[in-house]
């Protein structure tokens, strides 16, 4: 089957490439792309005019929670697939985080099972430890041998610096990539939103950026002395990007990810107790949040998540501090970081560039770019259209944005999977 | 036969661990050792060279087998023994270490052969006693006699030590015998191999006289003459060193595919007790290639030679 898509702005990060063309798919590979594609071939299929909307690699998102297994009632793998590919989100990695944690081999292979109804294509990240308990290490060889891209203690930071030490010597002995949020838990202690004067006149505890910063160096040293290839996940404070670039010229491998929400709010968004706006790391002041984007704009941030994480309303619809913590994200991500391209210092290039390429080289993924023989998976969007975003419309099954309500720019109208058209919005 | 009285033979006065023997030392322990392994098998029980000494089994760290072998040992040389374990040792009522051996001292053995779970700790008790002292084990550090016995065991079937290439692989870090068995085969021209687990592996294991270490096992047997395994002390799942046996066995498991690496005609050692399983399969420690069962006879052999060389004083 061969499809011609015309009449597009051709984006490709990995090459700079920002060009009016197209691009032939044939038999669910990119068979041409760029400026020389500008008419279909005879013999085409399917020939769509893009009307000038932007076609880019599908996006790759490596920090998703679901609540497969376990809590389905808060996403399944069908539905975060779904609403991923409305995001333009054609890869992700899911977090092990759910019940069971996701330490076996059987569930490596559960994760990435074919399923009918999921056609974004999902990867699993190990655990380090068993039930994420940061005690005894898990089964890292056999789960890499079974194709889990890399392993992380999830939202429970592992708080014994020999038990840490330990598993990223280990994991890095099997080749493996270790990820860590930086965190420190005495000193995060039972804070709910970012240590300063807004929490203090809310009369809600802080999380101070020490907490961050102390968990990051921590981790980055650790890093340094068993040679492991770590990635600092969800950086919120710009001087934790400091210490990650010390560390990067002291010759440690490190990258970073930001949250697609830190870019995007400020401690000041969660305003009347909004629970939704509820997450770890927190969101931070607003100079944080200009350190980000500047980081961003300077090549320093590898890869921007969305750090999705379905919470039900009965976990939300509590006073601030009893709450639970996590944000929805997957169809928001995109227009979160064009944010920064409307209103911001940021190009589109650069924008796409940390959700492509960017977390495609940090794990080794397939993907991210265009390239002939590559899959096709594109996404053809409108940098420009505005929407509201009404949580009720959201494909996602628990629908705790922190958008909710907002205005943004920035929409995913066509999505491909290995060629095939797997979401189509209504123009 | 005569007994062997050179000026390059190992002397003593104690045997706390092998490192710092030299070649000529070391040989004239297995020269001797041989001797009585030659002896038991043609069915002489030997000299009574020991008659009339008392020799000591003072073991603060369980061990049925080294402590057996040690009294064995001393039995056929004629000596008293006497065993002391830890469960009836005076430690329990907190007699301090330097206090028991005062105590034992003052009772004027002629050997005392210590296994302690304290690296170094053999070595503090014989400076508190005037007899000779053997280790039979200290911690992590050494267990000497065990570092003899696998050297004998590759000599007398491959016929020489020099140029082997012998891999030792598991739990290096916490391995007395390791060290021990590494710096011998060392002296001696053998090309050693460690093989770990990464947390398993200590930082500085390239230090002690192995050509090569490994985190990867296919890669460490190939060709290898002798293929050695390490015990897997189950508790380090504690403490996060591992995720699982099945894991370890996995990745580590001396099973016949990876044997199939190693020489044709390799051996397969463990200084015991196995783990059948985890570090070794079954078949294979019970198959044609294993050397394990000598390995224990050799260590009879290994302790009387060491015996006969620390406690001679008397001539035949």
């Known amino acids: 089957m061969i499809t011609a898509i015309l009449n597009a702005r051709v984006l490709d990060p990995a090459t700079n490439t920002d060009t009016i063309g197209g691009a032939i ?94 056609s974004a294509r999902i990867h699993a990240a190990g655990a380090l430890t068993t039930g994420l308990g940061g005690t005894a290490m898990a089964e890292i060889g056999l789960m890499k041998e079974a194709g889990a891209v890399f392993f992380t203690n999830g939202d429970h930071p592992i708080e014994d610096a020999a038990i840490h030490r330990r598993t990223m010597a280990y994991a890095t002995s099997h080749g493996a990539i270790v990820a860590s949020r930086p965190d420190t838990a005495s000193l995060r202690g039972s804070g709910v939103m970012n240590a300063g004067s807004f929490a203090a006149r809310l009369g809600l505890k802080g999380i101070p950026g020490e907490a961050e910063w102390i968990g990051a160096a921590r981790d980055l040293m650790l890093a340094e002395a068993t040679g492991c290839r770590l990635i600092v996940d969800q950086v919120s404070s710009p001087r934790t990007l400091d210490l990650i670039t010390e560390a990067r010229q002291r010759g440690v491998e490190a990258g970073c990810t930001v949250a697609a929400h830190a870019l995007f709010f400020n401690e000041l968004d969660v305003g009347d107790y909004l629970t939704y706006c509820k997450v770890n790391p927190p969101f931070r002041s607003e100079a944080d949040r200009q350190g980000l984007i500047a980081a961003l704009a300077a090549g320093e941030i590898d890869a921007v998540v969305s750090a999705h994480d379905p919470q039900p309303p009965e976990q939300k619809r509590l006073p601030f501090a009893e709450a639970s913590f996590g944000a929805a994200g997957l169809e928001t991500t995109l227009a979160a970081v064009l944010h920064s391209v409307h209103d911001g210092p940021l190009d589109l290039l650069d924008a796409l560039r940390v959700l492509t390429c960017g977390p495609a080289d940090l794990i080794g993924l397939e993907g991210g770019r265009l390239a002939e023989g590559a899959p096709a998976d594109l996404i053809l969007f409108d940098p420009d259209r505005p929407w509201k975003c009404e949580r009720e419309n959201l494909i996602t099954r628990s629908t705790n944005s922190p958008f909710d309500g907002r205005l943004l720019q920035g929409r995913v109208m066509r999505t491909f999977v290995e060629g095939r058209t797997v979401f189509e919005r209504d123009a | 036969m005569a007994r062997i009285d050179a000026e390059y033979a190992f002397k003593g006065p104690h045997l706390l661990g092998l490192m710092g023997l030299n070649p000529l030392q070391l040989t004239s322990i297995l020269d001797r050792a041989d001797h009585y392994a030659e002896m038991a098998r043609a069915g002489h029980r030997g000299d009574r060279l020991l008659e009339n000494q008392t020799v000591i089994n003072l073991f603060f760290e369980n061990s049925t087998r080294t402590m057996s072998s040690f009294e064995i040992a001393a039995k056929r040389l004629g000596a008293d023994v006497v065993n002391m374990p830890v469960s009836a040792s005076s430690v329990n009522k907190g007699e301090t270490l330097i206090d028991t051996a005062m105590t034992l001292n003052a009772m004027k053995p002629d050997v005392i052969v210590i296994r302690h779970s304290a690296s170094g700790g053999v070595k503090l008790l014989s400076r508190k006693v005037d007899c000779a002292v053997i280790n039979a084990g200290d911690g992590m550090h050494e267990h000497p006699t065990q570092g003899l016995l696998d050297t004998l065991t590759i000599r007398r079937e491959k016929g020489k030590i020099e140029g082997l290439k012998v891999v030792i692989c598991g739990d290096i870090a916490h391995s007395r015998v390791a060290r021990s068995t590494t710096y011998a085969l060392h002296q001696l021209g053998a090309r050693v191999r460690l093989v770990g687990p990464r947390t398993l592996i200590p930082s500085d294991a390239a230090d002690w006289g192995a050509e090569g270490v490994f985190t990867h096992m296919d890669d460490a047997l190939i060709d290898a003459d002798v293929v050695m395994m390490l015990r897997l002390q189950l508790e380090r799942m504690d403490g996060a060193f591992l995720p699982s046996r099945r894991e370890f066995f996995r990745f580590y498991g001396l099973t016949q595919s990876r044997l199939a690496l190693a020489a044709p005609d390799a051996l397969v050692m463990h200084p015991g007790p196995m783990n059948r399983g985890i570090e070794i399969e079954s078949a294979i420690a019970d198959g044609p290639r294993s050397v394990i069962t000598e390995q224990v006879e050799m260590g009879v052999a290994v302790r009387m030679a060491v015996l006969d060389m620390l406690s001679g004083r008397a001539a035949p």
Not at chain 1, 42 to 67: F, H
Not at chain 1, 103 to 117: C, K, N, S, W
């Open chain 1, 25 to 118: 798919i044939d038999s669910g590979k990119i068979a041409a792309w760029g400026t020389g594609v500008k008419a279909a071939p005879g013999g085409a299929d399917q020939i769509i005019d893009a009307g000038g909307l932007c076609l880019a690699p599908g996006l790759i998102d490596l920090r998703v929670k679901t609540g497969e297994p376990g809590e389905e009632h808060r996403e399944t793998l069908e539905t975060a697939s779904r609403a991923a590919l409305s995001g333009g989100v054609t890869q992700f990695v899911v977090m092990p985080d759910t019940t069971p944690v996701i330490d076996d081999v059987a569930l490596i292979q559960f994760l990435t099972r074919d399923t009918p109804g999921v």
